[in-house]
Nanobody
Framework: QVQLVESGGGLVQPGGSLRLSCDAS????????MAWYRQAPGKQREYVAS???????DYAKFVEGRFTISRDNGKNSVYLQMNNLKPEDTAVYYC???????WGAGTQVAVSS
């Protein structure tokens, strides 16, 4: 079955950086678009970024050039480099197979001084 395992979350100060990873198994990774979503406490889950099989990327407006999504098909992994983090970026970040309802369990990101 499809498994998505996120890692790389943690506590960081405002202005800091984190790199999230998502390791996928049970699917033909190189033919699937992948995405990152997030859910802050008390809020609905929201789209963050996606990357297609041709490496075309798309970002939510709130990213404002601070995040970069990338993929390594040889490792069946997708990444989210997050720079200049803000307290409002605090959330659980989820990896998703873009066109299918497969989700990871999430990794917690907390931005606080």
């Amino acid at each position: 079955q499809v498994q998505l395992v996120e890692s790389g979350g943690g506590l960081v100060q405002p202005g800091g950086s984190l790199r999230l990873s998502c390791d996928a198994s049970g699917l033909l990774f190189n033919i699937n678009a992948m995405a990152w979503y997030r859910q802050a406490p008390g809020k609905q889950r929201e789209y963050v970024a996606s990357i297609r099989v041709n490496n075309m990327t798309d970002y939510a407006k709130f990213v404002e050039g601070r995040f970069t999504i990338s993929r390594d098909n040889g490792k069946n992994s997708v990444y989210l480099q997050m720079n200049n983090l803000k307290p409002e970026d605090t959330a659980v970040y989820y990896c998703k197979v873009y066109w299918h309802d497969y989700w990871g369990a999430g990794t917690q990101v907390a931005v606080s001084s």
